[in-house]
């Protein structure tokens, strides 16, 4: 079992920056992968970023590339999602989550990962 806490959500201007935070705790997280999703409203939860820990390599969706760097802090069992150049399209509920069985082919499934957390509201005023 493993629990994920999302903190550092908030409410920023277009072009600010945010980091989010994703607390695990339970079991070791080797040969997991972690991953960052997010929901807007009306909308279906999308693929943002993961990484994978043990190795550090990391993927993101092409909307988010080189505006959004995807981390991991292995001390503290915490995954970082640092966002810039924020817009309004960026507005959405974010969700940390993690597998240990995720492909790389599919990634960017939301089914395919089991542990979720209870996620966090970023809102980008125009």
């Known amino acids: 079992q493993v629990q994920l806490v999302e903190s550092g959500g908030g409410l920023v201007q277009t072009g600010g920056s945010l980091r989010l935070s994703c607390a695990a705790s339970g079991r070791t997280l080797r040969g997991y992968t972690m991953g960052w999703f997010r929901q807007a409203p009306g909308k279906e939860r999308e693929f943002v970023a993961c990484?994978?820990?043990?190795?550090?390599?990391?993927y993101y969706a092409d909307s988010v590339k080189g505006r959004f760097t995807i981390s991991r802090d292995s001390g503290k069992k915490t995954v970082y999602l640092e966002m810039n150049s924020l817009n309004p399209d960026d507005t959405a509920i974010y969700c940390c989550a993690a597998d240990s069985r995720i492909t790389f082919q599919a990634m960017r499934d939301v089914v395919e990962y089991d542990y979720w957390g209870q996620g966090a509201q970023v809102t980008v005023s125009s």
């Open positions: 990484i994978w820990w043990s190795s550090g390599s990391t």
